[in-house]
């Protein structure tokens, strides 16, 4: 019977029985590599199709399926030479539709035996038994010879493993280091952090570590040497500074200001009162791990997939879909994980921007560019990396609110694709009552839309407690529960018994773990986080001790069976504020602070925000992660280990001292030009200070709207209106009819919500200071009741507007009144008048150079010139528009432009000019998204059908035609479409189709004052 022993660190070798397999005895370099995958995801059934994807890429399916049977064949013999028939093999398992590498006995492999000595020295740490620790490290050490696999460095399937042995190895270093300085031995300390500098020469934190182990071993010199050496990396391979916790490093060690704690020599293990790392074993959770894995079955299968936790505070939701993200990157898979925060709720698209910004830097440049390319110039402003990637950035083209909304999330659906990769993956989001609705509407897209090509799993938790029955989390799970693509998991705490075992574990003795568990289950009704913090508090008002043995030891063992005597704070509340109460008075001033930023924070903005001195800053830093309430990112940003901290530290504070701090973040980071506009407006809003939350309100309630996002753009305006109001100073009078008219502009504009839109004009009209205000806010005032189809209404308030720029014949406002009355009189067939004020326009943009202006009253002439059936001038005027259009790069005009050119070749019988104009038009609509001109395209096309008598090719154009029309809410537009659908079938003989339609159009043109279209409607009638 043969038993393997396997070397994948350094080099990939096999013995068999004690003796090596030689090269040749695996015939081909495929059945060697075969084996090197098959071992990569061992105890994993993998596909025929994924292993020929791999290894034959290139060849037919039917070759690549022989090839695969011929390597299979031979490795069976190489790993059990004497095996008589395949299914008789104890290793390599036939497991439709694939095979697995089953290693689970008469096996060694030096990966295996690396992570699990480095599992245990981690576990020897948390539980304080240093000497444990350390010999376990150095054991696994001694396993790890060199990458995983060298000999397949660009081979995709070794990738992910390779990475994650190489970050254990990492962390098992750094971690080694720390157990070695506080034993004294600064030597084999610093050493071990040069090894890491060695394989990830950008790893900052390990240059504080470096300079504060030299500084303690004495060696001042080569503390500042190797900030020099740090700073000098970055600027080499990055191009940036270091963070501002290693220059304030830095300093103290310039200024001699560093404190030093004392080394704690390594002896066997011993009584001692120091606070353990209280990582508590992963218990009560199989059953939910289960459904995890089993969300993850069906993505592999190929099905995307959707898994929401939910659950109270501190019930274990992170803890859960930590436990599943390490095994998974056991497995090889990539995992992805973001979260969101409370203050950032209203921030569009956060906590999938967060993921961009950090993994797409990873990925290839090129590759990204290709993906984005029809997305970078509206996602690189969200996505700064997008900018050295693409440096002559095309210039972004605004369309419709809708079609913008469409082309963002799009955008950011493939930014999504990009992160997770061609593989496989998992996408966590923490905290999700928090994120936007805009996010959400983007998960679901994301999770429901085909053609991604490959299946990801996305892995959400919230807290019901946190949101109310309006939450959009709530649609979110309607609509996937409808698609049969979602999974919902309901946390509960955890049972006495479960309690029991986990203490059993912590505390090292059964008895002892049983005892306390009923204790603390009493109190804690199983909330995890609750008892953990129970816990800490208890060790660190030195209740609880680690004896000589490594159990845990009170003052109660001897005299107590249920531990009733020991006194413990009755909520998490008070839990908390007893762990904080050991904090000195700047200690706790300080992470107050840090609460109110309300988000992961960089060192140089808590320190601004406070005032604090770097090395003190520095110190207490050091103090909050030792005590477990902070910790540090990979980014160098600092974040709570349990957002429950932050807000109880939050709500202690009185709300004269809440304003205050928020007002001095908001501040700081306008110093240090850190942090978001919706940052800065959340900021001054908590902070009372009206005119800056209004100010940076707007700026963000503007920002939303370029991105589509109409719903939070109006949110944003409504809080600056509401704030404004609160203002007293006389100019904030002069903000409110701005308000009003953003207000006015987004409903209209975005949402069609004509009622709401005409209550802020009207109140824009209202507040407005000057003659110049008070015509725009008539003429749009005026553009809402010519939607409506009040074309009288709309002329009155066109020609107030007018009376008020009387004063101002030579401004563009003036131009666009007179080209939008002109379009007005043109719907009512008053052409004669129509002319006049169109010539106005032209006139006045011609003597102020306005471009804009210039096109907008060729377009109008070249409508009033085809009504009167001159063509060629009508050709004439849609020509110059269309070039204007053109010069000024927009995109939606121009698309409109190309409409009215080819609709008067149309009408001259210059059929195929007419369709060059209509197809250049539709590929700009497509292209950008706008979908009410791409109806308005095809609608001209469908005529242009007509005129030739195709009526089958004229209906096909309608049908794509009038969902769009009738989307976009445009009245005239809508008409049209119904108008030419009822023409086109008269054609072909279908006349109750036709009447339903004509009839439609008829009552439509009355109710609007559309009379323009009745002419040929009712002729069509007849």
């Known amino acids: 019977m043969s038993r393997l022993h396997i070397q994948t660190l350094g080099g990939f070798q096999v013995w068999r029985d004690d003796e090596a397999v030689p090269p040749t005895a695996w015939k081909t370099q495929k059945t060697r590599s075969l084996f090197a995958i098959l071992l990569t995801y061992r105890n994993r059934v993998l596909s025929q199709d994924q292993l020929i994807e791999w290894l034959w890429p290139d060849l037919s399916l039917d070759s690549a399926r022989n090839s695969l049977q011929v390597a299979i064949s031979n490795l069976r013999r190489v790993l059990e030479p004497g095996l008589r028939r395949p299914a008789d093999s104890r290793f390599l398992l036939t497991h439709p539709p694939g095979y697995r590498l089953d290693l689970s006995r008469d096996c060694w492999v030096d990966a295996d035996e690396f992570e699990a000595h480095y599992r245990q020295a981690v576990g020897a740490e948390q539980r304080g038994d240093r000497v444990a620790a350390l010999a376990h490290y150095r054991e696994a050490a001694t396993h790890y010879r060199g990458d995983y696999l060298p000999e397949e460095p660009y081979a995709d399937w070794a990738i992910a493993e390779r990475d994650r042995l190489l970050e254990l190895y990492l962390d098992l270093l750094e971690r080694q280091s720390q157990l070695l300085l506080e034993s004294g031995d600064f030597s084999a300390a610093i050493q071990a952090c040069q090894q890491i500098l060695e394989r990830d020469p950008l790893r900052e934190r390990i240059y504080r570590r470096l300079m504060r182990y030299y500084y303690m071993s004495g060696d001042r010199a080569a503390a500042l040497a190797m900030f020099d050496r740090c700073r000098q ?154 900018h050295k990637l693409s440096p002559a950035m095309p210039a972004h083209q605004p369309v419709p609110p809708e079609q913008e909304r469409q082309r963002v999330r799009e955008g950011l659906a493939q930014c999504l694709r990009l992160t997770a990769g061609d593989r496989p993956a998992v996408v966590i989001f923490e905290d999700l009552q928090w994120a936007d609705s805009s996010t959400l509407d983007l998960l679901q897209y994301v999770v429901r839309t085909a053609g991604w090509g490959v299946a990801h799993l996305f892995v959400a938790t919230y807290r019901p407690e946190d949101i109310d029955r309006g939450h959009p989390i709530y649609a979110l799970r309607r609509d996937l529960a409808q698609a049969d693509l979602l999974t919902e998991i309901e946390l509960r705490p955890l049972l006495p018994g479960e309690i029991a075992a986990l203490l059993g574990q912590m505390a090292g003795s059964p008895e002892s773990g049983v005892r306390l568990a009923r204790r603390l289950y009493d109190e804690t009704e199983g909330n995890p986080f609750y008892l953990v913090e129970i816990l800490r508090a208890l060790f660190e008002a030195g209740v609880i001790w680690i004896d000589s043995s ?132 959340h900021h001054y809003v908590e902070a009372g200070v009206a005119d800056r939350a209004v100010h940076y309100l707007l700026l963000a309630g503007d920002r939303a709207r370029r991105l589509g996002a109409s719903l939070e753009a109006i949110d944003f305006y409504q809080k600056a209106l509401q704030n404004a109001m609160k203002a007293v100073a006389p100019e904030q009078a002069v903000e409110l009819h701005a308000i009003h008219e953003r207000l006015g502009d987004a409903y209209l504009e975005d949402l069609s919500r004509h009622d709401d839109a005409l209550e802020h004009y009207m109140a824009f009209l209202a507040l407005a200071q000057s003659d110049e205000d008070r015509a725009r806010g008539a003429r749009k005032i005026a553009d809402v009741h010519l939607l409506r189809g009040d074309l009288l209404e709309a002329q009155n308030h066109y020609e107030i507007a007018l009376e008020r720029l009387s004063g101002f014949p030579l401004l563009a406002e003036t131009s666009r009144v007179h080209a939008k009355l002109s379009y007005l009189l043109i719907s009512r067939g008053l052409l004669d008048e129509a002319m006049e004020h ?54 939606p005009r121009t698309a409109q432009a190309c409409n009215n050119v080819a609709d008067s070749y149309r009408l001259w019988g210059e059929m195929d000019r007419a369709l060059e104009y209509l197809d250049e038009g539709l590929k700009i609509a497509r ?71 004509l009839e439609t159009a008829e009552r439509l043109s009355q109710e609007t004052q559309h009379l323009r279209f009745a002419p040929q409607i009712y002729l069509c009638m007849a």
């Open 233 to 386: 990396v970055l600027a080499d391979e990055l191009g940036v500074e270091p963070l501002a916790q290693t220059l304030a490093l830095r300093d103290a060690i310039l200024h001699s200001t560093l404190e030093l704690a004392e080394p704690h020599p390594v002896a066997p293990p011993r009584t001692f009162g120091a606070f353990p790392t209280l990582r508590t074993p992963f218990v009560g959770r199989h059953r939910e791990m289960a459904v995890l894995r089993g969300a993850w079955e069906r993505v592999l299968a190929g099905h995307p997939h959707f898994v929401l936790i939910r659950g109270e505070v501190g019930v274990g939701k992170s803890r859960l879909v930590a436990e599943f993200r390490a095994q998974l990157s056991r497995e090889g898979v990539q995992v992805f994980q973001t979260r969101s925060y409370e203050m950032e709720s209203g921030l569009l698209y956060r906590p999938v921007l967060e993921l961009s910004n950090a993994y797409l830097p990873k990925r290839r440049g090129s590759e990204v560019v290709s993906q984005l390319e029809p997305f970078l110039p509206v996602l690189a402003p969200l996505i700064p990396h997008l």
């Open 550 to 681: 490594g159990r845990w030891r009170t003052d109660y063992d001897e005299i107590t069976e249920s531990y009733q005597e020991l006194m413990l704070p009755e909520t998490v509340r008070e839990v908390t504020l007893d762990r904080l109460a050991r904090l000195n008075p700047s200690e706790q001033d300080w992470l107050a602070a840090a609460a109110v930023i309300g988000r992961p924070f960089e060192f140089e903005l808590l320190r601004a925000a406070t005032g604090a001195e770097g090395d003190a800053l520095l110190a207490a830093i050091e103090t909050y992660e030792r005590r477990q309430l902070l910790s540090e990112g990979e980014d160098g940003r600092y974040d709570f280990d349990h957002d429950k901290i932050r807000e109880v530290l939050y709500e202690e504070l009185n709300t004269v001292r809440r304003r205050q701090l928020h007002a001095q973040i908001a501040e700081s980071m306008e110093r240090l030009g850190v942090g978001t506009v919706e940052d800065l407006a």
């Open 927 to 997: 292209r950008i998204g706008d979908t009410r001109d791409e109806a308005l395209l095809l609608t001209t096309k469908a005529e242009l059908y007509l005129d030739q008598g195709e009526w089958e090719l004229a209906i096909e154009q309608m049908k794509q035609a009038l969902p769009l029309a009738e989307a976009s809410g445009m009245a005239a537009r809508i008409i049209a479409a119904h108008w030419t659908l009822g023409s086109a079938y008269i054609g072909v003989g279908q006349l109750e189709e036709a009447r339903r339609h």
């Open 838 to 891: 169109a010539r106005a326009s032209l006139e006045i943009s011609r003597k102020i150079d306005d471009v804009r202006g210039l096109a907008d009253a060729n377009r109008v002439l070249g409508i009033i010139a085809k009504r009167r059936g001159e063509l060629e001038v009508a050709c004439d005027h849609h020509q110059r528009s269309l070039d204007l259009y053109r010069d000024l790069g927009d995109l």
